[in-house]
């Protein structure tokens, strides 16, 4: 039996499971982006503008890894998602297994020492130890909670979130995956890594470039893919609130993220290029929606009371 | 290689661990030789090791808006069996006491009828509640810190009792759980009464004070949040014992009951372990602008649908001037003498007295009476001039408001300080858990240490740190290994066959 979850603690473990997955994208994103810079390919504007950081010129390196890695009062930054994180994780430690706890506060506690580092040895040292801290996060979850609703909470968030970077990545550099071959930009290689998936692609697709936006939009198998995130958000919430209706769906959460997973499912992969704006910009709003809808149904807590004092309403009690 | 304790100088109190220097005390002869062997580096290691465990685990407290990690001193506290046995009955009994007298406060009254206690000393209590009276209650100090200091000739004396919402417990499980790892050879050569029992018996009472009407009932902790010093303690409680902590803003009450709002709706509560005070608990009754209780609380605890712990108005119980009278009232009650004596206190509503300790400020301890976290605390001896004069000034303006006690020079225990061991005042709060038939004492309880030298003051908001607080068993303590563990060998049919597989694939 799964034991009820206190409204304000899902809504908690919810942006939990999403801060610590968008500072690993963030670090996946930037270790990308600071490659390309070494290449004279990237000046940070398409990075910032993926981040929703508005109007954002031309960076350097360093005021790009300052302000997306290292500035922990910047929460569109590694730092500040691991901070919030961590502060998060701080009112449910309850909660959650006290190893995932101590991997949160260790993380933010060392970020300091990494940054120290990183400024001798190179970001990608900094950017790596996020994204390891990431993953044993989420392995010590796995290893360590039930699969309860506290646990679909935080896989939900993390999903919702990495289904939301990956097609914002693919969004600033389709140019560079479905454009015409340019074997002087490594591009389209770097985000493979940025995903994890240069291995897993290489293995199934045998390095064809052309299948490089299917791979990370459509593939059923890879788990970073927008596919495999949609696919596992959706379960989550079939899990969450089992509908049992015979037609229709009451979950609006659901029903969108079934909607925009139903268009990639039967998507015509050969024409997948030239769809690919619109399918972002459906995704893009499935996400928002999806996002709305989660909030209104589990996480209504009660607004603190506003008083009134020697208003009328007094006079009965 | 000097020996740790070879430069210890005992300061002018009664030391813990020596009678003389040099020579331990009977209980501490088995951690001596542990520790007199460790150099001085090797100590030092061993101590930043400890403060890396509690900064890892977060075991921290909030101190003007920032969270610190507690310090914990390496050089464990212990207590004999015989000490540890009288301390217990003593706080047994002081905890029945005020029980009964709170019973009474917010029911007959019979004490002050009897003249036992003057009438306006109830009237004049800021932490009387008249909100509380009436409400139905078995129990209404579920937990207790009464806390104990041992005077210069070596004999305890409760020093104040805690019947609000102590804290500090949670200090004592992180302290013990860090030190066993790192030290485990101490805790290898004698038998250290366990304390992971307490968050069942908490639960026990907690579960056992629920309403009458109700068979399985849900218990919560209730918490003003993480900007809150203890919340770490609260956070722990609620996980050791498997309940729900919640903020004021997760509950609602409709119909004179308390529901938490969940992914699923309203659930009901039965039992609140309560850790925030009084006078934020209820907007209806107490301060209107208080976000951090829940409004309707005390009227559902007054329907008897739900059970508050500990009960509302206890604070009239520890005040510091009715500690004065706890003696009379154990006589009142029980018919029984006080096991361990209060500190010498002078009530200063009594014009003679009060004229006395303001001639005499400059030799005395002026407390507020509702203080806690040793603010507001003034020891005469210590303080300049300027203090006395303001502090005669408030004491004249409020006599009601102050207590004067004999300073007394708390007992010292060697605590590391740098990387040697120096003698600091200590005292010890033991935490009773009481669920109506039987008050149970958690073993040991926590040894705050004043780590500034010559401080007094052992409160953790003024630089204090603590210490792993040892009870040794009835028997005397046996050297050498533990017995083997039942069922630590395999049994003989067991095939490693993971193993086998990495072996092959050494090869």
Request: charged share 25%; aromatic share 8%; glycine share 8%.
């Amino acid at each position: 039996m799964t034991r009820e979850l206190l409204s304000r603690i899902a809504e908690t473990l919810y942006w939990i499971g999403r801060y610590v997955e968008r500072a690993d994208d963030i670090a996946r994103l930037l270790d990308v982006a600071l490659r390309r810079a070494l290449a004279g390919e990237e000046d940070g504007t398409a990075v910032f503008a993926i981040l929703g950081h508005k109007g954002a010129g031309p960076q350097t390196a360093e005021t790009m890894v300052g302000r997306l890695a290292y500035d922990a009062t910047d929460p569109g930054s590694i730092s500040g998602c691991v901070r919030a994180a961590r502060e998060n994780a701080r009112g449910v430690r309850e909660i959650i297994s006290s190893e995932t706890w101590e991997c949160l506060n260790v993380t933010w506690n060392e970020l300091p020492a990494m940054r120290a580092a990183a400024e001798r040895l190179g970001p990608h040292h900094y950017l790596r130890y996020v994204r390891e801290r990431s993953a044993m996060f989420f392995g010590l979850a796995d290893g360590t909670m039930s699969r309860d609703d506290g646990w679909r909470f935080i896989v939900l968030g993390r999903s919702l979130e990495r289904a939301d970077m990956t097609s914002r990545l693919l969004a600033v550099y389709h140019a560079s995956v479905s454009g015409p071959p340019s074997p002087a930009s490594p591009t389209w290689r770097l985000l493979l890594e940025a995903c994890g998936a240069d291995e897993s692609f290489t293995r199934t697709h045998r390095g064809d470039r052309s299948k490089v936006l299917e791979f990370l939009l459509l593939d059923r198998l890879f788990p970073r893919s927008v596919m495999h995130a949609l696919a596992t958000a959706e379960q989550c919430l079939a899990e969450l609130a089992p509908h049992h209706g015979r037609a229709g769906m009451a979950d609006a959460a659901r029903a969108a993220i079934g909607r925009v997973r139903m268009t990639l499912e039967y998507a015509d992969t050969a024409s997948l290029p030239e769809q690919l704006p619109g399918l972002l910009a459906a995704l893009q709003e499935a996400g928002e929606a999806a996002t709305l809808a989660i909030t209104d149904r589990f996480f209504q807590h009660t607004a603190p009371a506003g008083w009134v004092r020697g208003g009328s309403s007094w006079a009965g009690v | 290689m000097a020996d740790i304790f070879d430069s210890y100088a005992l300061a002018d109190a009664w030391d813990e661990m020596f009678e003389r220097p040099g020579v331990p005390r009977p209980a501490y002869q088995g951690l001596f030789a542990a520790l007199q062997p460790l150099g001085a580096d090797e100590l030092r290691y061993r101590a930043d090791q400890l403060a890396r465990v509690f900064t890892d685990r977060g075991v921290t407290f909030d101190y003007a808006g920032e969270e610190r990690p507690f310090p914990l001193d390496l050089i464990p506290r212990v207590l004999d069996a015989a000490e540890w046995d009288l301390i217990a009955r003593a706080v047994r009994q002081r905890v029945r006491t005020l029980e009964a007298f709170l019973d009474d406060v917010y029911g007959t009254r019979q004490v002050f009828h009897d003249g036992v206690v003057p009438w306006r000393l109830l009237h004049s209590s800021p932490h009387f509640h008249r909100a509380a009276d009436g409400i139905p209650a078995r129990v209404r100090v579920h937990i207790a810190g009464i806390d104990i200091i041992r005077d210069e000739n070596g004999d305890f004396r409760v020093l104040e009792d805690n019947v609000r919402t102590p804290s500090g417990v949670s200090y004592v499980l992180e302290n013990r759980l860090a030190m066993s790892r790192t030290l485990p050879a101490l805790f290898a050569e004698q038998r250290v009464r366990p304390v992971d029992e307490y968050p069942g018996r908490l639960l026990g009472a907690l579960r056992k004070a629920a309403p009458d009407h109700v068979t399985d009932p849900t218990v919560v902790v209730l918490t003003p949040g993480v900007y809150n010093a203890a919340y770490f303690e609260h956070a722990l409680l609620a996980r050791l014992m498997g309940v729900e902590l919640v903020e004021g803003r997760d509950l609602v009450c409709e119909n004179n009951r308390v529901y938490m709002v969940t992914t699923h709706g309203k659930r009901p509560v039965h039992v609140i372990y309560r850790r925030v005070d009084d006078e934020y608990l209820d907007p209806l009754h107490f301060r209107w602008d208080s976000t951090l209780g829940c409004p309707g609380l005390l009227n559902s605890a007054r329907s008897g649908n739900v059970t508050i712990a500990n009960a509302v108005g206890n604070g009239v119980a520890d005040d510091k001037l009715i500690y004065t009278y706890v003696p009379d009232l154990m006589k009142y009650y029980l018919g029984e003498e006080p096991l361990i004596a209060n500190v010498e206190s002078y009530r200063l509503e009594d014009p003679d007295t009060l004229e006395w300790a303001l001639g005499n400020l400059g030799a005395l301890v002026l407390k507020p009476v509702d203080g806690a976290g040793g603010k507001g605390i003034v020891i005469g001896p210590r303080a300049p001039e300027e203090t006395l004069a303001s502090l005669a000034e408030a004491v004249r303006a409020d006599p009601r408001g102050w207590v004067a006690q004999r300073p007394v020079a708390l007992s010292t225990s060697p605590s590391l300080i740098g990387d040697r061991p120096r003698p600091r005042h200590i005292d010890l709060r033991p935490f009773a858990v009481n669920d109506g038939d039987d008050v149970w004492l958690l073993p040991g309880g926590l040894t705050r240490v004043a780590l500034p030298e010559g401080e007094l003051v052992v409160n953790s908001s003024q630089g204090g740190g603590s210490k792993d607080t040892w009870v040794l068993p009835d028997e005397p303590a046996r050297p050498g290994p533990a017995p083997a563990l039942a069922g630590a060998a395999p049994p003989a049919h067991w095939e490693p066959s993971r193993s086998a597989a990495w072996d092959a694939e050494q090869q």
